[in-house]
C-alpha cells in the first residue's frame, strides 16, 4: 500500500511542477521593468540650509532623537536620502535598519512617503503646493548587544557619526548642500570632534559651525561623561575618553610619544591637509571598537589599558599611526574611482592597495620613527605579518587587487576559511609591496632614494588644503618612476595580479631582513595573544585557539586542516588529558622529530571523535633575523627623521 501511495504521489506531483512554472500559453514570465525616479547628483548649489537637532541624551536606551529642517525650493517629486556608501566603510553599511519613527510634514501636515523598491535608503515624498520647508523627525536606534552592530550609546560615552542622524535630498552633490547641526549631550558631558562648535546655553545643547553636508558627515563626534583634551601640537589634539577617569591619566613619556608621532608625520610627508585635527579616542569595553578615518579627525577604539598598561606590550598602539596616516592618504589624496558626488553612488576599490596598503605601511614606520611602539616590537610585527601571509595559500587562486572586493562581498562578516578565501589583504599584503618598493628604490638608486622620496612628492603638496587630489595607478607609476626611472607600472601590475606560492617579503630581505622561525614566542607576539585572547599556533600545525578551547581558525591545507580542525571545534582533550593552553603548546614541542602524532579529543556540536595532529615541526614563531652588520635599510627606515 506505501509503495502504491508513493507511486501515485510522484505521479501526480511531477506534471502540477513542470505547468506551474510556465503561464498559459507557453510565454515565459516578464520581468517588471524599472526605472531610478531618483535624481542624479550635479554639481549645483542646493537652495537652501539644511539644519539637523539631535537629541543625544537618552544613554539609558541608546535612542539618538532627530528632527530636521530642510528646505524645498518648488513642489513635486523629491526623494530623500540615507547615506549609504560610506567614505573608510569600502561598501554600502550604511546602518538603514536602525532608521525608525520616520515622519515627514509640510504645512504643518503630515507628507507620506514611500521607501524605494530598489534602493531602500531612499525614501520617494511629493511635496505640497506652498511648501517651503519639509520638517522630518525620526530615530537612530543604537545596537544595545554586539550582535546588533557596533554599540554607539552608552551610559557613558557616544560616539556620533552625522550620517546616522540625517537625510540629505538627491539630486545634488553633497558638498553643495549647507547644513548646521545642533546636538543637546547628557549633562555634565563634553565632547569633541573636528567641527567647531558652542554652548547656547540651553539644556547642555551645542551649535555646530555651517559647513557642507560631505564635510558633515566627515566630522564624527565623540562626547562622554570622562574626557580631556591632550593638545600635540599647535594643529593636533589628542582627545581622550574613558568609562573610568583613571584610564584618562597618561604619564608625560606617554604624552610626548603621541607629539613625536605627530611631528614624524609632518616630516615623513611633508605637509598637512587640514587647519586642526582631532584624534578621538575612546578607551572603553562598552562603546563598540572602531578604527575610522577623517579627513581632520579619527574615531579611535581601543580596550581599557591603553596608557595603564603601557609597559605590557603595544597593544593597538599602531591604531593611531595608521588613522592619522589617512588625513594624507585616503582622504587628501584618494583613488579616482574611491571619490563619488554623494553617499548613493557605488563606490570602487581598485587603488585600496594604496588607501589601506600603503597608510599600513606607514602606520608601521610612522610608530617605530615616534617611539609609540618599539623598533623590537615593530620588527616582531613585521615577522608577524610576513609569516601568516607567507603560510596562506589562497595567492595560488586569487590575487591582491581582487581582494580589493571584498568590502563588497563579504561586508567584513567572519569567514570559516580566511586562509582559502582570503580578506581585506590589500592592507597587510599591500604593506609588504610598499616594503619592496622602498627596497627597490633604494637598490635601483644606489641608496639615494627611498619611499620618503615618494612620499613627499606624493603627498606633500598643497599645504593646508583639505580638498581631494584623487589618482591613477598611472600617477602613481608616475610619481615613482620621477624618482627613480623603472617600469613601475608594469612591477605593479605584477605584483597585484599574480599567482604564486608565499607571500611577496622579498622586500625585508633587500632592506637587509629575513624571516625566520624560532621556538620562543616574541613578547608582541605574546601581548597579541592576550589582547585576542587566543593561542596562535598558526605556524605550529596550522590553527588558533579561543577561550574554552574553541578554534577560531584554521589554516588550510595545514596538519590541523587534516586532522579535521575546523572553526567551531571544541578541543576538549589532549593526549589523554583535559585541554589547557600551555598543555596543547607541550604536546606539540613534546611530537617535534617524532612519528607519534598529537591525540586530540574534540567536539563539534554533540559529536565527540579523537584525532590526530600530525605536525612534527614543534613550536615555530616568527622572528626578523639582521643581515650582516651595521645600518641597512630597514633601520634607516625606521629610524626617526
Known sequence: MLRAIAAVLLLSTAPIAATAQVPAGNSAPQPTPFTDTIPQPRDEAYPGTMVINVDATDTVR?????????????????????????????????????????????????????????????????????????????QFLSATRADQGRIVVTPTMISLQPNQVSLYPAGYFTRRIPVRMNVAWPAGWTAAGALRGKATGIANTWAYQQTNYEILVDSPMLAGRYGRVIPLSDRVSLNVFADDPAELVATPAQIDAHKRLVDQAVKTFGAQHYDHYDFLLSITDRLGGIGLEHHRSSENGVTPGYFTKWEEGPGRRNLLPHEFTHSWNGKFRRGADLWTPDFRAPMRGSLLWVYEGQTQFWGFVLQARSGLVSKQDTLDQYAAIMANYDSQPARHWRDLVDTTNDPVIAQRKPKGWTSWQRSEDYYNEGLLVWMDVDSLLREKSGGRKSIDDFARAFFGVRDGDWGELTYTIDDVAQTLNAIQPWDWKAYLNKRLTEHAAGAPIEGFERNGYRLIYTDTAPPSFRNGEKTRKITDLTYSGGMIIGEGGVVSGVTWDSPAFAAGLKVGTTITAINGESYSAERLKAAIAAAKDTKAPVALLIRNAEEYRTVSLDWHGGLRYPRLQKIGTGENGLDRLLAPR
Do not use: C
Not at 561598501?91 to 510634514?105: D, H
Open 62 to 138: 541608546g535612542i539618538l532623537r532627530v528632527k530636521q529642517a530642510i528646505p524645498v525650493a518648488s513642489a513635486g517629486h523629491m526623494a530623500l536620502l540615507y547615506p549609504k556608501w560610506l567614505p573608510g566603510a569600502h561598501s554600502p553599511r550604511g546602518e538603514i535598519e536602525k532608521l525608525a519613527g520616520l515622519v515627514i510634514r509640510a504645512n504643518g501636515k503630515q507628507v507620506p512617503w514611500t521607501r524605494d523598491p530598489v534602493d531602500v535608503f531612499a525614501f520617494h515624498i511629493d511635496v505640497p503646493a506652498g511648501a517651503k520647508q519639509l520638517d522630518v523627525e525620526f
